[in-house]
């Protein structure tokens, strides 16, 4: 990855590019218990081909258990969080990131100029890139953490 100022940056330098789908009619409990498997608070619904939604812990939350409904039959199309919100690997770290918090999302599919999945962008991932890759930000956080920075 390029150690380039965040400002700089494209969705492609810091996005997952092994991205782990669900199919739609899945079950809330095999999207819940997936999730737990591979350690991800969201999954998107469908295919590289064909993403026609995203199910997240919160949507399992307030959907299924919330409401009492039974997550053996439920499926996730039914609680997906519509409609699917995606940038682009060219595009800025920046832009991807205000359409994150224009629209109170942690976490974006990539999609390429065929609009297949070719990536995952979350709100975790920038931190870890900006944390490891960013000299300034980590001098500042070092020298907060010894009580040494104001």
Do not use: K
């Amino acid at each position: 990855m390029p150690d380039l100022p965040a400002e700089h940056l494209r969705v492609a330098d810091v996005m997952a590019r092994d991205v782990e789908f669900i199919e739609p009619q899945a079950s809330a409990q095999a999207a819940a218990v997936l999730m737990g498997e591979i350690e991800v608070g969201a999954l998107p619904v469908g295919s590289a081909a064909h993403c026609v939604g995203i199910v997240t812990d919160r949507d399992l939350l307030y959907r299924v258990v919330a409401r009492g409904r039974d997550p053996t039959s439920v499926s996730v199309q039914d609680v997906a969080s519509r409609p699917v919100l995606s940038c682009a690997p060219d595009d800025t770290l920046r832009a991807a990131l205000d359409v994150m918090g224009a629209n109170y999302v942690r976490r974006l599919p990539v999609l390429d100029g065929n609009q297949r999945v070719v990536g995952w962008l979350t709100l975790a991932d920038v931190a870890r890139h900006l944390l490891v890759n960013d000299d300034a930000l980590q001098v500042s956080l070092r020298n907060r953490l010894e009580g040494t920075g104001r």
